[in-house]
């Protein structure tokens, strides 16, 4: 219970007593309620301070890793600041530089592992700072050339070695382009010479194809199906167009092309002529003691056909399944080619009749 001074004072005394602050009265008979929020209070200023100081530290971490040229960590600790705090101009001016030096830094770790294109990527980032737009762009112009000499020289050897001679050349074009755009390179003109070195072999080696697709024109013969719309092509060796009768094959396994609006095609077809049938519904190798046999027939029976001359039989096979047969037999120095049925028929296959699947397989590959 308070205490009343009142009472103890003598009657009409008067006692000036000192107003209570009322927010302390208001504290007094609130303090229990306020233990809660105080607690509160307390511990989101002690985030806020925290919060602070770990951006101080981190921004502080940040220069000093970039005063010890340790960018990979600079952009690290940077990157913290500047999620929380961009809008402070330092860190923008230290961000910008960390980011322009740790790009570069990347680029020529990527460039030493003959990854061009990421070490590109790296510089182009680095182009986009803004230190790299006001004294530094002379400086990437020539690390992205170079990286461009490389990647594209990389490409067009590839190109070469896979048979791609006009998409090599100009891929070396692109790579001499690069070298050519570059001031302060050392030894340029032995780059230049080697790139022109690489042009002139891939101008050559596309020469000597151009000589030998037209070369394969003059073996290679055509008839268009109007009905299907596709032109189907054959070696002369192998086929002769007589007649009525449509292409008499004079080949027992021959590799003749299909070309419609779609595309081409490549295929092996195997075929019997004779007096009587055999009826064969196996087909049997021997490659230089090597024995393959086919005797599942995915597209069902042989095609039968009895004309004036003779009977047919024939096959045809995917070229794209039995592509190692096919180059088997073609580098083959013997080979025997039995079709078994009811009777057989035994087939050695003849360097002419070999020559004739390797000019229609070049055919099928270089002539568009």
């Given at each position: 219970?308070?205490?009343?001074?009142k009472?103890?004072l003598?009657?009409?005394?008067?006692?000036?007593?000192?107003p209570?602050?009322?927010?302390?009265?208001?504290?007094?008979?609130?303090?229990?309620?306020?233990i809660?929020?105080?607690?509160v209070?307390?511990?989101?200023?002690?985030?806020?301070?925290?919060?602070k100081?770990?951006?101080?530290?981190?921004?502080?971490n940040?220069?000093k890793?970039?005063?010890?040229?340790?960018?990979?960590?600079?952009?690290?600790?940077?990157?913290?600041?500047?999620?929380?705090?961009?809008e402070?101009?330092?860190?923008?001016?230290?961000?910008?530089?960390i980011?322009?030096?740790?790009?570069?830094?990347?680029?020529?770790?990527?460039?030493?592992?003959?990854?061009y294109?990421?070490?590109?990527?790296?510089?182009?980032t680095?182009?986009?700072?803004?230190?790299?737009?006001?004294?530094?762009?002379?400086?990437?112009?020539?690390?992205?050339?170079?990286?461009?000499?490389?990647?594209?020289?990389?490409?067009?050897?590839?190109?070469?070695?896979?048979?791609?001679?006009?998409?090599?050349?100009?891929n070396?074009?692109?790579?001499?382009?690069?070298?050519?755009?570059?001031?302060?390179?050392?030894?340029?003109?032995?780059?230049?010479?080697?790139?022109?070195s690489?042009?002139?072999?891939?101008?050559?080696?596309?020469r000597?194809?151009i000589?030998?697709i037209?070369?394969?024109k003059?073996?290679?013969?055509?008839?268009?199906?109007?009905?299907?719309?596709?032109?189907?092509y054959?070696?002369?060796?192998?086929?002769?167009?007589?007649?009525?009768?449509?292409?008499?094959?004079?080949?027992?396994?021959?590799?003749?092309?299909t070309?419609?609006?779609?595309?081409k095609?490549?295929?092996?077809?195997?075929?019997y002529?004779?007096?009587n049938?055999?009826?064969?519904n196996?087909?049997?190798f021997?490659?230089?003691?090597?024995?393959?046999e086919i005797?599942?027939?995915?597209?069902?029976?042989?095609?039968?056909?009895?004309?004036?001359?003779?009977v047919?039989e024939t096959?045809?096979?995917?070229y794209?399944?039995?592509?190692?047969?096919?180059?088997k037999?073609?580098?083959?120095?013997?080979?025997?080619?039995?079709?078994?049925?009811?009777?057989s028929?035994?087939y050695?296959?003849?360097?002419?009749?070999?020559?004739?699947?390797?000019?229609?397989?070049?055919?099928?590959?270089?002539?568009?």
């Open positions: 219970m308070p205490l009343d001074l009472r103890y003598p009657e009409n005394e008067e006692i000036y007593l000192e209570e602050n009322k927010f302390l009265s208001w504290l007094k008979k609130n303090k229990e309620n306020l809660g929020p105080s607690i209070v307390v511990l989101i200023i002690s985030f806020i301070v925290l919060y100081v770990t951006i101080y530290n981190n921004y502080n940040a220069i890793a970039y005063e010890q040229k340790d960018f990979a960590l600079a952009y690290k600790y940077i990157q913290r600041v500047n999620k929380s705090s961009p402070y101009k330092e860190v923008k001016k230290y961000n910008d530089k980011t322009f030096y740790y790009n570069v830094q990347l680029g020529d770790e990527e460039y030493k592992k003959k990854n294109q990421q070490s590109i990527n790296y510089y182009k680095a182009y986009n700072t803004q230190l790299a737009k006001k004294q530094l762009s002379d400086f990437l112009k020539e690390r992205i050339n170079i990286a461009s000499f490389g990647k594209y020289s990389d490409i067009g050897f590839n190109d070469y070695k896979n048979g791609k001679y006009q998409e090599a050349i100009k070396y074009n692109l790579a001499k382009n690069a070298i050519n755009s570059t001031h302060n390179i050392a030894n340029k003109a032995q780059f230049l010479k080697y790139i022109n690489l042009i002139s072999e891939a101008q050559n080696a596309h000597k194809r000589a030998y037209n070369q394969l003059t073996h290679i013969i055509s008839q268009y199906d109007e009905v299907e719309n596709l032109t189907v054959f070696d002369r060796k192998a086929v002769s167009l007589a007649g009525f009768l449509g292409p008499a094959f004079l080949s027992p396994i021959l590799l003749f092309m070309k419609d609006e779609t595309g095609d490549l295929t092996i077809r195997v075929s002529f004779g007096d049938w055999i009826f064969f196996t087909i049997i021997n490659i230089d003691g090597e024995r393959f005797s599942d027939f995915e597209l069902g029976s042989p095609r039968r056909e009895a004309t004036a001359l003779g047919w096959y045809i096979l995917s794209n399944i039995y592509e190692t047969l096919i180059n037999i073609i580098n083959s120095n013997k080979t025997i080619m039995r079709l078994s049925g009811d009777k028929k035994d050695i296959i003849t360097e002419e009749q070999k020559q004739a699947m390797q000019r229609m397989l070049d055919y099928y590959k270089l002539v568009e």
